[in-house]
């Protein structure tokens, strides 16, 4: 029998909630399927950082590297620890060291769920490149608490990764739609922008099965209300993907429904799954938090993989429970109601 090792780092606030209940699904499809998941737990969070002066050890990543993949929940509690700290201490070091450049982010709406437009024929699947651009952490504050303040952001733009996150995009057009939407902002950004969208231009010649539509982002964002499903593969920058899966989230009926991967494309270092809610603090420990989002990153992970069948027997086990109306209204089911009816559904 074939075990893949899986890290767990349930971190904040739902993120244990959510996590417990995809690590069941994950361990009763990877039964089914034939296959064994073996899981190692990483207390790795805000309380962590409380107690250590560290979001994580400062040998987490290489302890992390020995593992196939890993399943995050989330990061973050802003009343006990700023976010800039939690996330460049925990997410943003991981995603870095791993080269998890390609963030693959689906939207869609799933059987029972009632999202807020008209339209629900979509299926956007968005990339966001994930390792550098507007997060680069390049920059710095001077005079700081003085009328003189400066403060210093710059996004970092390399060729090799802005070449690299289209490519795959284009990848993933040619698998799917044959569609790509390119999103940029090169009509106020003319350095950094214009360069993304002169990239893209020379790699469609290497596609000419891919249809490539160059947007700035204040259109994309009107058109993912508009005329969501004339989109299909959305490629942008770290900022720009963010801001647009936000958008995803909420038309696909809100970031219970959102998941998410941080891919390492060739493979070399390990990939992390996590869905895109966060910790929410404010209902943590109630037990109302949807572990959907995390139970579909959890599909996302055995896909990548290689274990497709159980992968899509997750995603039926879903689509089954949203269907019948458990778990397809925010608040309505509690989380080990839905997390129950998923796990029926598998068989």
Same mark, same amino acid.
Not at 35 to 45: E, G, I, K, M, Q
Not at 127 to 139: L, M, V
Not at 181 to 198: H, I, L, R
């Given at each position: 029998m074939k075990t893949y090792k899986i890290a767990l780092l349930p971190g904040d606030g739902i993120g244990r909630d959510v996590t417990a209940a995809a690590w069941a699904v994950l361990e009763k499809a990877a039964r089914l399927?034939?296959?064994?998941?073996?899981?190692?737990?990483?207390?790795?969070?805000?309380?962590?950082? %409380?107690?250590?002066g560290s979001m994580m050890p400062g040998d987490g990543i290489e302890t992390l590297r020995s593992f196939d993949a890993i399943l995050l929940g989330a990061v973050g509690w802003p009343r006990k620890v700023p976010d800039s700290v939690s996330l460049h201490g925990l997410l943003l070091p991981i995603r870095k060291a791993f080269v998890q450049y390609a963030n693959i982010r689906p939207h869609r709406l799933l059987p029972g769920v009632q999202g807020p437009l008209r339209a629900d024929g979509f299926d956007i699947l968005? *990339?966001?490149?994930?390792?550098?651009?507007?997060?680069?952490?390049?920059?710095g504050r001077v005079h700081q608490g003085t009328d003189n303040e400066v403060a210093v952001e710059t996004s970092i733009f390399t060729r090799m990764g802005v070449e690299r996150i289209?490519?795959?995009?284009?990848?993933?057009?040619?698998?799917?739609?044959?569609? %790509? &939407?390119?999103?940029?902002?090169?009509?106020?950004?003319?350095?950094?922008?214009?360069?993304?969208?002169?990239?893209?231009?020379?790699?469609?010649?290497?596609?000419?099965?891919?249809?490539?539509?160059?947007?700035? *982002?204040?259109?994309? &964002?009107?058109?993912?209300?508009?005329?969501?499903?004339?989109?299909?593969?959305?490629?942008?920058?770290?900022?720009?993907?963010?801001?647009?899966?936000?958008l995803g989230a909420a038309i696909q009926g809100g970031l219970g429904f959102a998941a998410s991967a941080n891919i390492n494309p060739d493979r070399s270092a390990p990939s992390?799954?996590?869905?895109?809610?966060?910790?929410?603090?404010?209902?943590?420990?109630?037990?109302?938090?949807?572990?959907?989002?995390?139970?579909?990153?959890?599909?996302?992970?055995?896909?990548?993989?290689?274990?497709?069948?159980?992968? &899509?027997?997750?995603?039926?086990?879903?689509e089954a429970t949203t269907a019948r109306g458990i778990g397809a209204i925010a608040g309505k089911d509690k989380t080990d109601a839905i997390t129950a009816s998923v796990l029926s559904a598998l068989g």
């Open positions: 399927n034939g296959f064994s998941l073996d899981a190692t737990s990483y207390p790795w969070s805000c309380d962590y950082y %409380l107690e250590n968005c *990339i966001r490149e994930n390792t550098e651009g507007e997060y680069s952490g390049a920059g289209l490519r795959f995009g284009f990848e993933q057009a040619r698998a799917r739609s044959g569609k %790509l &939407a390119s999103v940029t902002k090169s009509n106020a950004q003319k350095y950094s922008m214009v360069f993304w969208d002169e990239v893209t231009q020379r790699l469609s010649a290497e596609y000419p099965d891919v249809e490539v539509t160059s947007y700035h *982002i204040d259109a994309m &964002a009107a058109r993912m209300v508009m005329a969501p499903d004339s989109l299909d593969v959305v490629v942008a920058s770290n900022l720009f993907g963010d801001i647009l899966t936000d992390m799954f996590e869905p895109v809610h966060g910790s929410a603090p404010d209902i943590a420990d109630l037990g109302i938090a949807n572990p959907i989002a995390a139970i579909w990153s959890g599909a996302m992970m055995l896909e990548h993989l290689g274990e497709e069948a159980a992968a &899509a027997r997750v995603m039926a086990s879903i």
